[in-house]
């Protein structure tokens, strides 16, 4: 008999709110209105102290990977060197959205769960002193880490190189601040931390990086930045027809967001991860990024023995509350538990709770039942 009631503790896409969907729900309006531009506006603006700028933000009917591509062709000509930290599944995407545009990428490999050092960055752009920019994540989804954003950028502007981020794990989870940080691009997705269904992202470029796009001329129509920022900034409406649905619910997710606090959101997010960490060792089980873990998806590496692919089928399709495994040659060995957006602490006692029953139907009986569940407890107890 399939659960009657289902729980999501994915890296994405994430639980979204009553309120968020009740908002999406309303009768659609048309998007060259008043009504839409009032909303378009607002929701613009409530996503700038999320991403930590006082530049304007963009908003795309994409998934977060569009926002990607968007920062490729609108900062880099084709022929243009660029250097990116391949750390994951989603770092080695911008090497091969380098590629795809006639780009040169110099890759610096950084095993799965490790951080990027910053030394390792001024090498490459030293090796490689043509590079215009550095692609990388702040949060690694694929491997559970967190990169040093805010000590690269201090290297990038030094070079007069740009510095551009994929927030898509981070943004609403941790404080960014691309202004300070010297970010030229941050850009994220609308179905983690933003408690939205998939399809919507968001991307903001410094005064430098504007500057750069009107020099660049990389074939583009739909993803067209320059054109994007003036219609939306300007004239209140955007190029092409808008995630009507997906904004008006994106205006009232960032109005929760900005009700319960910056501060608090984050300290919950942190309070989540550490609980989560915490059940690690009392399962038997070590994490993939021990050093630098990521506060909104936490990675548990399962024993050699035991397939992890079996472990989040059961917690699934048995027990109802769903996860993620590992990717690429990380299949069958991790299981990645989301904590982002729209969960809450006590929502771990259930993720780890499936996690125990799942083990021990998998073979790995090298905990005492009720372990992990109480490591949560304990973390939960002390608060944040």
Not at 81 to 103: C, H, I, N, P, T
Not at 156 to 166: I, K, N, P, S
Not at 251 to 274: C, D, T, W, Y
């Amino acid at each position: 008999m399939p659960p009657i009631k289902k729980y999501l503790f994915t890296p994405g896409p994430a639980p979204v709110p009553p309120e968020v969907l009740l908002e999406m729900a309303r009768p659609i309006i048309h998007h060259r209105t008043p009504e839409f531009s009032a909303i378009l506006d607002q929701a613009r603006e409530r996503m700038q102290p999320l991403m930590g700028t006082s530049q304007e933000v963009i908003l795309l009917a994409s998934s977060g990977s569009g926002a990607m591509e968007a920062a490729v062709t609108n900062l880099l000509k084709p022929g243009d060197q660029a250097v990116f930290v391949d750390g994951g599944k989603f770092g080695e995407r911008w090497g091969r959205l380098l590629s795809a545009y006639g780009m040169t990428g110099h890759r610096i490999k950084v095993e799965w769960g490790q951080a990027v050092r910053p030394e390792q960055v001024e090498e490459a752009l030293t090796a490689h002193p043509e590079s215009r920019a550095v692609f990388m994540q702040t949060s690694e989804t694929s491997t559970c880490a967190i990169h040093p954003v805010a000590r690269i950028g201090g290297l990038t502007r030094r070079r007069d190189v740009m510095l551009v981020v994929d927030g898509i794990t981070s943004v609403g989870v941790f404080d960014q601040k691309m202004d300070e940080w010297g970010v030229d691009a941050l850009l994220t997705g609308s179905q983690k931390a933003l408690m939205l269904p998939p399809g919507l992202a968001m991307i903001a470029l410094s005064d430098r990086a504007l500057a750069r796009a009107k020099e660049v001329n990389t074939p583009k129509f739909y993803f067209d930045l320059l054109r994007e920022l003036r219609l939306q900034r300007d004239e209140h409406t955007t190029a092409w027809t808008p995630a009507v649905s997906l904004i008006a619910g994106l205006n009232k997710s960032l109005e929760m967001i900005l009700a319960e606090g910056l501060p608090a959101v984050f300290a919950r997010h942190q309070l989540m991860a550490e609980a989560v960490r915490a059940a690690a060792p009392a399962l038997g089980l070590k994490l993939i990024a021990p050093e630098n873990p990521a506060p909104g998806v936490t990675g548990l590496l399962t024993p050699s023995a035991i397939d992890s692919g079996k472990v989040v089928r059961h917690m699934r399709d048995v027990l109802g509350v769903s996860v993620q495994g590992g990717q690429d040659h990380m299949k069958g060995k991790l299981v990645r538990i989301g904590h982002m957006g729209y969960v809450s602490p006590f929502d771990m006692l259930i993720a780890i709770g499936a996690l125990e029953i799942a083990l021990q139907q998998a073979g790995h009986h090298n905990f005492e039942p009720g372990a992990g569940v109480a490591a949560v407890q304990k973390r939960i107890e002390r608060g944040v």
